[in-house]
């Protein structure tokens, strides 16, 4: 094992986990379809380019809350996220790539 730090200023962690109707979940919600947005979005801005990293998520715990996004290292968590929040969300993922590293 080889400990390292993250090579990313930003990792968008998006649920989309899908317990296929039997209880809510993140996917219920659209998850898969933001997480496909959001990453073409940071693709298409090439000053977040090897910056940022937009990455499925198995569940992180509050399914009823979902679909729920989070950004690391900043420890940003957004719940209730859907398509239409891409603008704002994407916002924040380029706030937390250009802020100082800790």
């Given amino acids: ?9 930003c990792h968008v962690l998006v649920c989309t986990n899908d317990r296929h109707g039997e209880r809510k979940s993140c996917a219920d919600g659209q998850s898969v379809l933001l997480r496909e947005q959001l990453k073409d979005a940071v693709a298409q801005r090439p000053h977040l380019k090897g910056r940022v990293r937009v990455s499925a998520a198995g569940c992180l715990g509050l399914c009823a809350r979902g679909p729920n ?20 969300l994407l916002e924040a ?3 937390a790539a250009a802020a100082p590293a800790p």
């Fill in 69 to 88: 996004v989070m950004l690391y290292p900043q420890a940003i968590w957004f719940s209730g996220v859907t398509p239409a929040d891409l603008p704002q």
């Fill in 93 to 95: 993922v380029e706030a």
């Fill in 1 to 9: 094992m080889q400990r390292a730090v993250s090579p990313y200023l």
